[in-house]
């Protein structure tokens, strides 16, 4: 008879749950701090996280976090960009009246 301590067992892995599109989006929502004035990597930030949310419920965290960053930095380069415009057309306003 085997002695069952000598005899190889089986080893199982278990396979960690995607994380990609979560890990993408909080990583572009971190981006759009310094890249929010393109509005494309807040925009895509929100895009994958959003796909995340539904694709990848293990990485949830994440992709709201990415979310909520890409989302604040977006709506913040927004604001920032109407106040430069209207300061921009204020100040070409006063430079055509007065002269």
């Not at 089986?10 to 749950?17: L, S």
């Not at 293990?58 to 977006?74: D, E, H, L, Q, S």
């Amino acid at each position: 008879m085997t002695d069952p301590a000598s005899t190889p067992q089986p080893v199982y892995a278990v396979q960690a749950p995607p994380r990609g599109l979560s890990i993408t989006s909080l990583v572009l929502g971190l981006a759009s701090i310094f890249f929010g004035f393109t509005f494309l990597v807040p925009l895509a930030g929100l895009i994958i996280g959003v796909i995340a949310l539904k694709k990848e419920p293990a990485g949830k965290g994440m992709a709201i976090t990415g979310i909520v960053i890409g989302a604040a930095f977006m709506l913040l380069w927004l604001v920032l960009g109407g106040i430069i415009l209207a300061a921009l057309t204020s100040f070409i306003g006063l430079a055509a009246v007065s002269s």
